[in-house]
């Protein structure tokens, strides 16, 4: 084989969390490459709601995650604002079983300044359904999963390498100074780099990788946050679907 490449970073894992990663890295001119095994943003990422969320399903008790959200809700307007065909949706729409929780919830929102908040019954017919007896909109973007992959991939597209499944390798170089990472392309092509830094953003994929290059006595399991969950994708002009977009959520917690 030949000498591996060097490289400052590795990333295993090509849904959103890998290829926000690589943009990031790739635009403060770092050498980075990211390797998957599947197909890029195919788990978690292309099942999602894709919501931005700016923090409405959030309860007083939790206002600090609110906080946090909103520096990352200023790097994605940023972004979106240079590729806006990623947005499906600008208006969401959120149901409550009772007036009490609407109520409870929209105050809160107000006071987090999370957006307008406006409720007309005569466009969300579709909404009323079943336990849904008040709802509130708010501007909250929603963006379709495949474009999104596909805008941050395409800049990076050179440095993203499709990989065989359990082909990959990893070992920690003895003077701590990084990692070799091995691995075949799906044509079975050699792979080898040596990496400064090696990120796992494999989703529920991770779990299968953390033995990998890591310090002896290391952790088997750190706490991960793997969501098994599939959703029903509704797809149609943008028109005709728009009362379905929205989460519904009661005191308890959510009626998805
Ligand atoms: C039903 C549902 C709705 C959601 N709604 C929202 C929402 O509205 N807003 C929001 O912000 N979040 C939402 N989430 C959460 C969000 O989808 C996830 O947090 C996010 O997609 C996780 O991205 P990820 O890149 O970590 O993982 P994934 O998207 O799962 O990507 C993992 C990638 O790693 C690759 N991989 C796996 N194993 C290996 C391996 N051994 N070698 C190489 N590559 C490997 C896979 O092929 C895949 O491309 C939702 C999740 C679910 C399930």
Not at 96 to 109: G, H, V
Not at 193 to 203: I, S
């Amino acid at each position: 084989m030949s000498d591996p490449i060097n490289i400052d970073v590795a990333i295993i894992g090509g849904g959103i969390m890998g290829l926000w990663l690589l943009k990031d890295l790739k635009e403060q001119k770092y050498q980075a490459v990211l390797l998957d095994c599947g197909q890029l943003g195919g788990q978690q990422t292309c099942h999602s709601h894709v919501y931005i969320h700016r923090g409405h399903i959030y309860t007083k008790e939790q206002k600090q995650l609110v906080q946090g959200l909103s520096e990352a809700n200023h790097e994605w307007a940023k972004w979106i604002e240079g590729n806006p065909d990623v947005v499906v949706s600008k208006d969401s729409y959120f149901g409550f079983e009772s007036e009490a929780s609407y109520e409870d919830r929209t105050q809160l929102w107000k006071k987090w300044r999370l957006g307008a908040i406006s409720t007309d019954p005569s466009e969300l017919e579709a909404l009323y359904q079943g336990d849904v007896k008040y709802v509130a909109s708010a501007k909250v973007d929603c963006l379709d999963a495949q474009q999104l992959v596909r805008a941050l991939m395409t800049p990076w597209r050179d440095c993203i390498v499709r990989i065989k499944d359990s082909s990959l390798r990893a070992r920690r170089l003895p003077d701590a100074s990084g990692h070799i990472v091995e691995a075949e392309d799906t044509r079975g092509k050699p792979l080898q780099t040596r990496c400064r830094a090696l990120v796992f953003a494999a989703g529920a994929g991770n779990r299968r990788l953390l033995k990998l290059g890591a310090r002896e006595g290391a952790p088997a399991e750190p706490n991960l946050q793997i969501r098994k969950a599939h959703m029903l994708v509704v797809r149609g002009s943008k028109e005709y679907v728009r009362p379905l977009i929205g989460i519904s959520m009661n005191l308890a917690g959510f009626l998805l």
